[in-house]
């Protein structure tokens, strides 16, 4: 049999290719939680990019002049929007830590007052599987109580660490600033410092990366922003109003996270709220939860098309798959990263996707 020794080091150099952007992807995410003021504030420039661009176009203004007005305003509005979330979530956050017991204690007595009343005889299950069941109802509410607790109490500690959040808030205030008014002298220093050959391959693979991953994540921000405006907005109009709601804020951030992921949605939250809200007997709750999301919803759906100019190509199961690795590798966090990664890995290998990575490899063609 003889050795095809150039095919060999093709597929060796190819699947070398193939490792190294793995690792050098892990390596980016690691590097863009280090540095994680820098990535919000490059994130908040793309969304505010529009705005200065508009300005320069209609007042006829530079771009440092533009960069600057738009500066001072979002500078004002994020400014405004901490002191208040920081205030309003301790508190909230706080009184939840206190009353979390209670509310566990009720849910408890209602599953197992309905598994009490449940007629088990007609579809006839063992009093083994019964008492399994009703045994089982303590563990699953104390893991989810316990875990709750361990977030609040994150979400406490990390509230009241004033002095790193103003550290953070300092550096991505300067870094937006930066980024804003000296965008062409920035990408300019980083083509000049580069050897002409990593210049040109990563400039168009960064800007293909920027545009589709930038896009995105522009996109989904944006809708994100919005469904969290309009549920908190919602909430607080309910609980002024005289319903039910104790917690508005920290209920808009869990839905707003909720739909930040793909596949789920705000409905994930607010469908199963509505519907226990009204079989605990406060129909009117549940109805304004179920019209909140409805609003929510047909908003989105006007939105969404004009924000996201396409869909990022990849089916359901593969964003699905995605967010299980994630969530495995690094926790609730994952379910996020795990669909970015799946997009800059289908950005980086299109070619070979399109072909078939195998036969891209191992083919000798």
Wanted: a positive charge; hydrophobic letters at 55%; one cysteine or more.
């Amino acid at each position: 049999m003889i050795f095809d020794t150039p095919h060999w080091t093709r597929v060796v150099k190819r699947l070398t290719y193939l490792l190294l952007s793995v690792i050098g992807i892990y390596l980016a995410f690691k590097l863009a939680v280090f540095y994680m003021p820098f990535l919000i504030a490059f994130i908040i420039s793309l969304i505010i990019e529009p705005a200065i661009k508009f300005l320069m176009k209609k007042a006829n203004l530079t771009r440092r002049a533009s960069a600057v007005i738009i500066f001072i305003i979002v500078f004002g509005i994020i400014a405004g929007a901490l002191v208040w979330g920081i205030a309003t979530l301790l508190s909230e956050a706080t009184d939840l830590l206190q009353a979390l017991n209670d509310y566990f204690d009720k849910a408890y007595i209602q599953i197992q007052n309905f598994i009490n009343n449940f007629n088990f005889d007609k579809i006839h299950f063992a009093d083994e599987l019964t008492s399994v069941i009703q045994n089982s109802t303590g563990e699953v509410l104390n893991t989810v109580s316990n875990w709750l607790k361990n977030a609040l109490t994150s979400l406490v500690n990390i509230i009241t660490s004033i002095p790193t959040i103003g550290i953070y808030f300092v550096i991505t205030i300067l870094s937006l600033y930066f980024i804003c008014t000296d965008k062409i002298y920035i990408l300019d220093q980083a083509e000049h410092h580069l050897p002409r050959k990593w210049a040109k391959k990563m400039v168009i693979h960064i800007s293909e990366i920027t545009h589709t991953l930038g896009g995105y994540l522009k996109a989904q921000a944006i809708l994100i922003l919005l469904s969290f405006i309009i549920s908190v907005v919602g909430l607080y109009i309910y609980d002024f109003i005289g319903f039910n709601i104790e917690y508005p804020l920290l209920i808009a951030l869990a839905i707003a996270f909720v739909d930040a992921l793909p596949i789920l949605g705000s409905g994930t939250v607010m469908i199963p709220w509505g519907i226990c809200a009204s079989l605990n007997g406060d129909l009117k709750l549940g109805i304004a939860i179920i019209g909140l999301w409805i609003l929510m919803s047909v908003v989105r759906q006007l939105v969404e098309p004009r924000i996201v100019s396409k869909q990022i190509g990849i089916h359901p199961i593969f964003t699905l798959i995605a967010m299980y690795t994630g969530f495995k590798f690094i926790g609730v966090m994952g379910l996020i990263i795990g669909p970015i990664v799946l997009i800059i890995l289908n950005n980086i290998f299109s070619t070979l996707i399109d072909k078939g990575i195998l036969k891209t490899i191992f083919d000798k063609n």
